[in-house]
């Protein structure tokens, strides 16, 4: 039959034979491309494509199944008219040019392009298709099945199930980096915000809090003048009350409470014990989005950091959660006003006590924050003993000279960034 169609029409049909092709190519490529995250939320916004498409991946060894039995009943359907054109043309000689002249048509016009151009433009070829793709399915169902079956007793043979598909959730370093690679189509201090809450895991208590050492604490056996003067100029919201010292510990104070008593001209020792709440402790080494979710359980914004022996090492705050989250958010927590000085030369005076990572954050460094906390405990880890002033340490690129020591401490520490010419290169 073929044989005796005019050859205008072979060529035509030989046409819409390659369209057929290129259009099963590019449909594969485009939807394996999709964004499976966007597609799940254009599909719930009611997206007509998105819906189809989503259908059609949900199965994807019958799509699959469906494009490639459309594809190769369309090539060798195309290969067979092009051997006819060719005998017709130069006899036979023509199937071999018939040959290598389908091939190279097909791998331009058919695979390479349309592949391609689906690949830059998912949906603009995805969703289209599904319109077509859909229907085709319903009606070449049962040899689709019939394919599927055969091909997945085939795969079992080698161990492989169609059950065995990779799970589209995603882990939290491959969030990070989906987060890096946002782009511009995320503010880079929101991204920097959420980046930070994944790293909360990754950061303890310890690392954050106020040392024991710097507790800003109220002494209940104190003179009731001296409480009250101490409440009127407190910086803080909170203040953990003890009795002569924090191992006897009482609890935990809500300052404007306490202001509240003194407006009301009811301030006694008496009403003062009546409003302080029970002490919240928080095992040393909690990471800090363990320590948020229990905070909220609790509905507690305030606790004591102990160690393995229940003594009182140091204050976690909510604030202090927050704060590694959107970073310094009140004036009244700049930290660079009571631990870092900048110096003219490019310097800092750091006070010893100043914990690495605030002195990270706040200067961008890269100090390492795998050991000690304090920029202290840092240099006594690196000399293994408390060094005299003026006594100089290089800790990757940074310069440490310290200035200020006692007896048992380095008080304050000037470090400048330097790097090599080696490095530089």
């Known amino acids: ?203 303890t208590v310890d690392d954050v809090m106020v040392p024991r050492s710097e507790i800003d604490g109220l002494n209940i056996n104190a003179p009731l003048a001296d409480i009250i003067k101490q409440l009127s100029y407190c910086s803080n919201t909170r203040l953990p009350v003890y009795e002569t010292s924090l191992d006897k510990l009482i609890g935990i104070l809500h300052v404007r409470k306490a202001l509240h008593l003194l407006a009301q001209d009811n301030f006694t020792l008496e009403t003062l014990n009546g409003i302080i709440k029970a002490s919240y402790f928080v095992p040393e080494g909690t990471p800090l989005n363990t320590q948020l979710i229990q905070f909220q359980r609790h509905k507690r914004r305030t606790g004591l950091v102990v160690d393995e022996y229940g003594d009182i090492i140091g204050l976690i705050t909510l604030e202090d959660i927050f704060r590694e989250i959107v970073g310094e958010f009140t004036a009244s927590h700049i930290n660079e006003d009571k631990d870092i000085h900048p110096q003219q030369d490019g310097s800092y005076l750091i006070n010893g006590s100043a914990t690495i990572r605030e002195i990270n954050r706040h200067n961008h460094w890269q100090l390492p924050v795998d050991g000690p906390k304090t920029i202290n405990g840092l240099i006594l880890e690196y000399l293994e003993s408390i060094p005299e002033p003026n006594v100089s340490l290089r800790i990757g690129h940074y310069v440490i000279e310290v200035v200020q020591t006692t007896d048992n401490a380095i008080r304050t520490v000037r470090i400048r960034e330097e790097y090599s010419l080696k490095e530089q290169t």
Request: glycine share 4%.
């Open 1 to 203: 039959m073929l044989e005796t169609t005019p050859l205008s029409l072979l060529f035509f049909i030989l046409f819409i034979l390659l369209l057929f092709s290129a259009f099963f190519s590019s449909s594969e490529t485009a939807l394996m491309s999709l964004n499976r995250y966007r597609l799940r939320h254009l599909a719930q916004e009611g997206h007509p494509g998105a819906t189809r498409a989503s259908e059609l991946l949900s199965r994807p060894d019958r799509l699959i199944g469906l494009i490639l039995l459309g594809n190769n009943f369309v090539n060798i359907l195309a290969s067979a008219i092009a051997t006819i054109i060719g005998v017709k043309l130069l006899g036979e000689n023509g199937i071999v040019v018939a040959t290598f002249t389908l091939t190279l048509i097909v791998l331009l016009f058919a695979e390479v392009t349309p592949k391609t151009l689906a690949a830059l433009h998912p949906e603009r070829v995805a969703f289209p298709a599904s319109f077509i793709l859909k229907p085709m399915l319903v009606l070449l169902y049962p040899l689709v099945w019939l394919t599927n079956m055969i091909t997945n007793r085939l795969l079992r043979l080698f161990g492989v199930t169609p059950e065995d598909t990779i799970s589209d959730a995603i882990n939290s370093e491959e969030l990070r980096m989906a987060l890096k690679e946002a782009g511009s189509l995320i503010p880079k201090r929101h991204k920097r915000m959420l980046v930070s809450i994944l790293d909360l895991e990754k950061v």
